[in-house]
Structures are given as C-alpha cells and as structure tokens.
C-alpha cells in the first residue's frame, strides 16, 4: 500500500514527539502536537501542503535556536524532501 503524504507528515511527526519526550525535552512538543491535530483535521492537498510548508519553517526554528539528535534530523530532512515532492 502506498503511503500518503498525509500519513507520512503524520508518522514523522509522530516520531519527532516520542523521540522529543524520550530525551525528556520540551522542544517541539507543541507544534508537534499541533501538526497531528492539523494533519489529522485536512482533507484536501492543498491544506495538507500548507500545513507542511508551516511544519518546515517551525522545524528550521528549533535547528537554528534549538537542538535535534542525529536521528531527529533525519526525520527533519525527510520531512523538507516530502515538501519538494
């Protein structure tokens, strides 16, 4: 089964969150949280589109003034590739 753009925002976001809460750090956490709830909520592509352009531009925040793991990045590149798709 192909997995949708929808639902690979939503996994990746997923992992930011439970990665986030198991270094026991705050960072992220709510827009994580927010993005699952918007996610959850579109419908249409172009919504879905706009919620990752938004995800993005939250996500290079917390690069320039916070901190990601290794394996957070990963996902956070993962994430700017989908934006290209």
Not at 5 to 16: F, P, S, T, V, Y
Not at 37 to 49: N, Q, T, Y
């Amino acid at each position: 089964m192909k997995t949708t753009k929808k639902n690979e925002i939503k996994e990746l976001a997923q992992e930011l969150l439970n990665s986030a809460k198991e270094r026991d750090t705050n960072q992220g956490v709510a827009i994580y949280n927010k993005i699952l709830e918007l996610v959850k909520e579109a419908e249409k592509r172009e919504d879905i589109d706009a919620i990752l352009v938004k995800f993005n531009k939250a996500l290079s925040g917390i690069e320039a003034h916070g901190y990601f793991t290794d394996d957070e990045y990963s996902l956070v590149i993962k994430l700017r590739e989908l934006e290209l798709e």
